[in-house]
């Protein structure tokens, strides 16, 4: 029995990974980190409930983190110095973090998963992006999320830029001298268009242009349960990697 601690267990993520994790036969919910968690009462009383996270004071094998982006670096760091494998769904790891936390899970002897986005279809459509970038290396994104994500850009599109990046047999021709107040924020040569508004859930396409042509690849997330599917995938898989890896992609046959 895989014992699971989940970090924001009250966000609209954090709801449907505890409804994932209590339908596994072979996963226990011993605890949550969220505020307000005790007051509102929203777990059983087996369940452990935690305001801060240096009031955490028990065990658990996997911990799974859907929080903000100034939360997770701690969270994800408390975890692994606590023997704890984790799954993170939080953007705004910066490169130098993520290094960090693989540097501590490499000396703790831990696997886990940092992924940008849990959807298969935004898995799919970064890697068709990095193989569409090798004939079209002139891309820019344009990712669409809800109004109350905290941060901009998302991290499935600086991923996409940074996937495009590797991907390009020669460098693109984007004009990064002119003025660019209206190409968005530049990320490895990529610009990122972040777009926040009601009604939108998480949706993203990179659009490439080559001479007298152009290739669009676009993904829509229309419903939060449609990441379970990652989120279920990472949870048969932890307790077996033996490195923090970043993506996905690292752990699904594609």
């Known amino acids: 029995m895989k014992r699971v601690f989940i970090a924001g267990a009250t966000g609209s993520m954090g709801k449907q990974v505890v409804q994932l994790v209590e339908k596994q036969a072979d996963c226990e919910l011993v605890g949550v980190l969220a505020p307000h968690a005790k007051k509102d009462g929203d777990f059983a009383k087996t369940v452990q409930c935690f305001d801060q996270l240096d009031e955490i004071d028990i065990s658990a094998d996997i911990w799974i983190d859907f929080t903000t982006p100034q939360a997770v670096f701690e969270n994800v760091k408390f975890a692994l110095n606590h023997q704890m494998r984790p799954i993170v769904g939080t953007s705004g790891l910066t490169t130098e973090q993520t290094e960090e936390l693989q540097k501590i899970a490499e000396g703790q002897q831990l696997g886990g998963v940092i992924a940008p986005n849990f959807g298969l279809s935004a898995v799919l459509l970064m890697k068709f992006a990095q193989e569409a ?12 999320h809800h109004a109350d994500k905290l941060d901009a850009p998302s991290g499935t599109a600086i991923n996409t830029a940074k996937m495009i990046a590797k991907g390009r047999s020669g460098s693109g021709s984007i004009d990064t001298n002119n003025d660019a107040r209206a190409r968005g924020d530049l990320y490895d040569g990529v610009p990122i268009h972040a777009v926040r508004l009601p009604g939108y859930v998480a949706h993203e396409q990179v659009l490439f242009g080559g001479p007298g042509e152009a290739l669009t690849i676009r993904q829509d997330s ?7 599917q990652g989120v279920k995938v990472a949870l048969d898989q932890v307790m077996s990697l033996s490195k923090l890896v970043v993506g996905l992609d690292k752990i699904l046959s594609i």
């Open 133 to 144: 970038a090798r004939y079209f290396p002139d891309a820019e994104i344009i990712e669409m």
């Open 222 to 228: 229309f419903d939060r349960s449609s990441f379970m």
